[in-house]
């Protein structure tokens, strides 16, 4: 068994368990069915992509497009537009595959790419002579005076 197939399949199911309990917690069941068949649209969507490309878009379009569609409740008419949008991406599959790669590829460059921090340019002068001394009569912090 390949350690770092089930080591996935450990972190789907524990971060399955956690937005379950989010679900439970907050009450937000309605979000139950859209999610699922978003999640389940997107894990069609890679697996069928191994084997046939145009299946991989058809299946991963009907998944998360009726998720969508339920989220937003504009179901009726909403199948409509996604079976119009099915019936055109017809024979367009490989290239719909190759800009959804492409998104995939530029969120995990945004997502690798180490942030540097921002600094502020500060001009330093440096003056000949020297520094003033603060004066003896006034306290400084450090020192307390009682009353």
Do not use: K
């Amino acid at each position: 068994m390949n350690f770092a197939h089930n080591t996935r399949r450990s972190a789907a199911i524990g971060a399955s368990l956690i937005i379950l309990g989010f679900i439970w917690w907050l009450n937000l069941w309605w979000l139950l069915l859209p999610g699922a068949l978003i999640a389940g649209g997107v894990a069609a969507y890679i697996q069928r992509r191994a084997m046939r490309v145009s299946e991989a878009v058809q299946i991963g379009l009907w998944g998360v497009g009726l998720g969508l569609l339920l989220l937003i409740d504009f179901l009726f008419p909403g199948v409509l537009f996604l079976a119009g949008i099915s019936i055109l991406a017809r024979g367009r599959e490989r290239e719909i595959d190759a800009q959804v790669q492409r998104f995939v590829s530029s969120l995990h460059r945004l997502r690798s790419t180490p942030r540097s921090p921002e600094t502020t340019s500060v001009p330093i002068t440096v003056h000949s002579g020297d520094a003033p001394h603060p004066s003896r009569d006034c306290p400084t912090t450090s020192e307390t005076t009682q009353l």
